[in-house]
């Protein structure tokens, strides 16, 4: 089992996430009212010093496991996709106060609805799915 | 062990977010959250309705230890690291969610208008959370990622495509904190 590595990265990331509050419903609240500095801190400095570990990836000064270069996959372009994509993530995200990662770390403190939360998002994964090549991008 | 059950800082947590993002790299795959919906959804079946969920979802183990990673990790958060659930919140924030009918405001990480046992079991309590997952769900996928894949992996490695969707996501939640949540309560 190479990739248990990947259970104790989850383990450890689900920790920092609910210790910085970064799982609360309230954190995000303010968030997006502009009320408070603490997301924007925890987000931006996230972003910051992962932008520096990008670049020392493109140079190679950091190569991964194996010794392979380290290239992050190229995001799908489209400018609808992403704003439209992006605005339905955020309604889901606004209301709920629950992202991707948070909604399977909110499992742990308040199990029912997150399974609601979750059993929704795969339903709208699946409508996703469904529609996919209909959709404009 | 006091530091671990408080709260920890906002310059605690960039820095640890930014050491997941590069152990997950370094261990070879590409940060993000969101694509395990759709993992789940093709170990469900869901090959049956459309061929975007014909994958192999056995290539995503890691993946999907990392999310039962986050599962377990959520479990210990809340048993035994988070005695304490309050949050600072600003003043105003407080006032404003009063106003709106909440209580015990910033006492806990999920209001009980929302996340509460007879809430969630109450037929306008259960579809705000099952909506809000749909559009979740959706949304990553139409988008292409979610706050780990793009607002974090997009943006620091300078993705245009991540930057727009960051921007559609504050459209979306500002649209759902300054309008829809007064609506809803």
Known sequence: ?137 | MDIILQPWAWYVGGPLIAISLLLYFYFGQNFGASTNFETLCTMAGADRFSDYFKKDWKDRDFALLFVVGLIIGGFISAYFLTPNQTIDLNPKTVTELSDLGFSNIGNQYFPDEIFGDDVVFSLKGFLILLISGVFVGFGTRYAGGCTSGHAITGLSSLQLPSLLAVIGFFIGGIIATWFIIPLLF
């Not at chain 1, 309604?91 to 629950?98: D, N, P, Y």
């Not at chain 1, 742990?108 to 609601?116: M, Q, R, T």
């Open chain 1, 1 to 137: 089992m190479k990739n248990i590595k990947f259970l104790f990265l989850g383990i450890f990331f689900a920790i920092v996430l609910s210790k910085t509050q970064a799982i609360s419903w309230f954190r995000f609240y303010e968030m997006f009212k502009f009320q408070s500095f603490h997301m924007y801190g925890i987000i931006g400095g996230a972003v910051i010093i992962s932008a520096i570990f990008m670049q020392l990836f493109k140079s190679g000064k950091i190569k991964d496991i194996n010794g392979n270069r380290i290239v992050p996959k190229p995001k799908k372009k489209g400018f609808i996709r992403t704003i439209l994509g992006g605005t339905f993530f955020g309604l889901g995200w606004g209301i709920s106060g629950a992202c991707a990662a948070p909604i399977f770390v909110i499992l742990g403190f308040k199990l029912a609805p997150a399974l609601i939360l979750l059993v929704g998002a795969l339903l709208g994964t699946l409508i996703y799915g469904v529609l996919s090549k209909k959709l404009p991008n």
